[in-house]
């Protein structure tokens, strides 16, 4: 068993930036890759980042350039670091680990950008 506690979202202007945190407890050796997804009203969760247990990172076109994610080991935390954000960014931000072949998922964090 995982769980996952998403922090750090919150309202801001376009062109600003915010830090989103993932925390991790439980069995959380067991866990293969990080992800970060986003569902905005109306639409389909999507898949945003990932960050492998060996650091790799993936990131999808539409944050690329813009987006970081990171892994803080000591504090079993995952970052997603959002800059020049754009109105279409809005969403709720959820993390999700991948302990294969299960996935677990955090309550959300909503993230509102203003134009």
């Known amino acids: 068993q995982v769980q996952l506690v998403e922090s750090g979202g919150g309202l801001v202007q376009a062109g600003g930036s915010l830090r989103l945190s993932c925390a991790a407890s439980g069995s959380i050796r067991s866990i293969n890759v990080m992800r970060w997804y986003r569902q905005a009203p109306g639409k389909q969760r999507e898949w945003v980042a990932l960050i492998t247990i060996a650091g790799s990172t993936q990131y999808a076109a539409s944050v690329k350039g813009r987006f970081t994610i990171s892994r803080d080991y000591a504090k079993n935390t995952v970052y997603l670091q959002m800059n020049s954000l754009k109105p279409e960014d809005t969403s709720v931000y959820y993390c999700?680990?991948?302990?294969?072949?299960?996935?677990?998922w955090g309550q959300g964090t909503q993230v509102t950008v203003s134009s």
């Open positions: 999700n680990a991948l302990v294969a072949p299960r996935d677990y």
